[in-house]
């Protein structure tokens, strides 16, 4: 997926996306990589020239795996609207899965090497591109109804990303009850004024999720099943 060599997803690359995670770029030393892997500095070196590469290829991730979910549904022959849910439902997914990522980029932006941090804006520009193009092809096909198309394609984009910044795998929530939301909302966005209903899944358009809902199963312990890990607010900060 990723431009370069880089590998986010070794040893190297995991261990730092959770040091980043839980301690922020600047506090994580190459040395506090290499302890919590057991290994010698050199080892990290096998992989990553510096700690700044290692920043960029966690970064890197979402984006380019939501570019290559986006052009993936382009590329089908269906209509704007089945498109459109397709890359919601899957970029969601991407956001979902790689959530950490996501949220080490949001925070640590600042601290990209400035080229690297050019490079990724662009490939941010170009899914924004790319999916107003779409919303375009949308609105004169009567699928949908935007007033500005680039405009609503940021808004879409802002809308999935945010997920990574409240999602709890043990919270209220499960993964699929999140994305068929997020399809829901962004149909909403997009409807024409008068249009029936929203789209609802068919069967065969659930997905199976590795952490289904939580139900209470009475007394105190399903009370505090119930609300473990979920706050009163989705925002986390």
Known sequence: ?????????T????????????????????????????????FLYSYFRNKSEILRAICEIGIRSSLVALNEAMARKLPPREKLRIIVDNVTSIILKNQKYIVVYEREEKNLDPE??????????????????LLQAGAESGDFE???PLLTAVSIGGLVTWVASWYRPLGRWSQTEITMHMIRNVERMVAPRGSPTVWQPRRHDRHESPH??????????????RHDGVRSDPDPR
Do not use: W
């Open 146 to 148: 935007v007033a500005d």
């Open 116 to 133: 690297d941090a050019k490079e990724l804006m662009h490939l941010r520009r170009e899914f924004g591109t790319r999916l107003a193009t």
């Open 1 to 9: 997926v990723c431009s370069s060599d880089l590998k986010p997803n």
């Open 11 to 42: 040893p190297p690359g995991m261990q730092a996306r959770e040091l980043f995670f839980a301690h922020g770029y600047e506090a994580t030393t190459l040395d506090a990589i290499a302890e919590a892997l057991n290994v010698t500095k050199p």
């Open 212 to 225: 289904p809902p939580r139900r209470p199963t009475g007394g105190s312990r399903g009370t505090r099943a």
